[in-house]
């Protein structure tokens, strides 16, 4: 898969050596299986094997499938084969580097907490900023580089770092007990739905009022104990996902909160529901997760609802914002006892009180005992 010039679509009847480079990835994606007949040899046929075999890899990562090799196709299967460590990484303004080895790259950079610009698989300026930042911080040559010190510097750290960014805890480390907690901490909150947009409806009342009000509930509890808190939207507006994550980013904010509840067509369908981004098998966000798990539990705990647990998801709110995301959804409208709850104002309260709660053991880990033996704090100059 070398040349990036414009092509011919391949497809079944194909044959040639451009069909023996698509054989070749796939082979090397572990999508098509080594004919032992065959040897080394790829083959040049476009056969009913490689046929299935690009179905698969269109379908797995969103492309429209067609079982042919077009350009985006073929682009997508240049970019699946670098793997992190394959080559040097760098910002080339003329030719900006793709590939899954620099997807892999800002997802981890952001997982530390280092703003490299979305995880879209592009090395641009954002990811050598954020880059250069992470190789300053770990005493690294900050050359916006990732060679084999950075790798082996982002392997060591690795899934280590479980107990929030490693800024969070040197500054949870050096932590002196004084003031309001939140102070200098940037919250959005984001209440789902609005204007027409109801969501889904209780009676009377809409989703929509509902998170507001509850979203109002956490901005005045947040905003008293000194963090500095924006609402999405007010009442009469519905931003898209892409205005509400913008929003976020560009407020610069710590942390990212987006309020929703929930209805089924079942009446036994309820409990309260986390979610944070992550691919469920791959790389997730460490502090998303773990704000995800206090928040619901601090819910569950207070309100008594059912615990329907924590989940990954790559849903665009979750994987556009690059600080930690969380979407919370806070009972069913649907479910006699939730709704009840879900109506009664000092509930919503409640909520919001627990959702403070949780923010504050975020960013004051209560074990100002971090994973000590895991993460060594880096000198600072
Ligand atoms: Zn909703």
């Given at each position: 898969m070398g040349s990036e010039s414009s092509m011919e679509p391949l497809g079944p009847g194909s044959t040639g050596p451009a069909v023996a480079d698509v054989r070749a990835a796939l082979r090397s994606l572990g999508l098509l299986a080594v004919d032992a007949a065959a040897g080394e040899s790829v083959g040049e046929e476009y056969d009913p094997a490689t046929e299935l075999a690009v179905r698969h890899f269109q379908q797995v990562r969103g492309l429209?499938?067609?079982?042919r090799v077009g350009e985006e196709t073929y682009r997508a299967l240049s970019e699946a084969r670098w793997s992190l460590g394959d080559r040097l990484l760098h910002h080339d303004p003329e030719r900006p580097m793709r590939g899954d080895d620099v997807t892999n790259l800002q997802e981890r950079l952001l997982e530390l907490?280092?703003?490299?610009?979305?995880?879209?698989g592009i090395f641009g300026r954002e990811t050598e900023t954020g880059l250069r930042a992470f190789q300053r911080d770990y005493g690294l040559?900050?050359?916006g580089t990732c060679g084999p010190g950075t790798l082996r510097a982002l392997r060591q750290l690795g899934r280590k770092v479980t107990g929030g960014r490693p800024q969070l805890l040197r500054q949870s480390a050096n932590f002196v007990d004084s003031g309001p907690h939140l102070i200098g901490r940037r919250i959005v909150v984001d209440p789902g739905h609005g204007g027409a947009d109801t969501g889904f409806t209780a009676g009377e009342t809409t989703e929509a009022d509902l998170v507001l009000d509850l979203a109002s509930r956490i901005e005045g509890r947040l905003a008293a104990a000194g963090a500095t808190v924006y609402l999405?939207?007010?009442?009469d507006q519905n931003p898209t996902a892409e205005q509400r994550t913008a929003f976020a980013n560009d407020a610069r904010a710590d942390l990212f909160i987006s309020l929703h509840m929930d209805a089924h067509g079942s009446e036994h369908a309820r409990g309260v529901a986390s979610y944070y981004y992550g691919t469920g098998s791959g790389t997730s966000s460490t502090v998303g997760e773990r704000f995800a798990d206090l928040a619901r539990r601090e819910m569950v705990a207070r309100t008594g609802m059912l615990d329907l647990g924590g989940h990954p998801k790559t849903w665009d709110l979750l994987r556009w914002t690059r600080m930690p995301a969380v979407r919370l959804?806070?009972?069913?409208?649907?479910h006699p006892v939730d709704r009840l709850l879900l109506l009664d104002a000092r509930l919503r309260g409640t909520v919001a009180s627990a959702v403070l709660a949780a923010v504050q053991r975020l960013f004051?880990?209560?074990?100002?005992?971090?994973?000590t033996g895991t993460f060594v704090l880096p000198q600072k100059v």
């Open positions: 429209s499938v067609d079982g907490g280092y703003d490299a610009g979305r995880a879209d040559t900050a050359d999405t939207r007010g009442r959804d806070c009972g069913y409208l649907s004051l880990p209560a074990e100002a005992d971090p994973p």
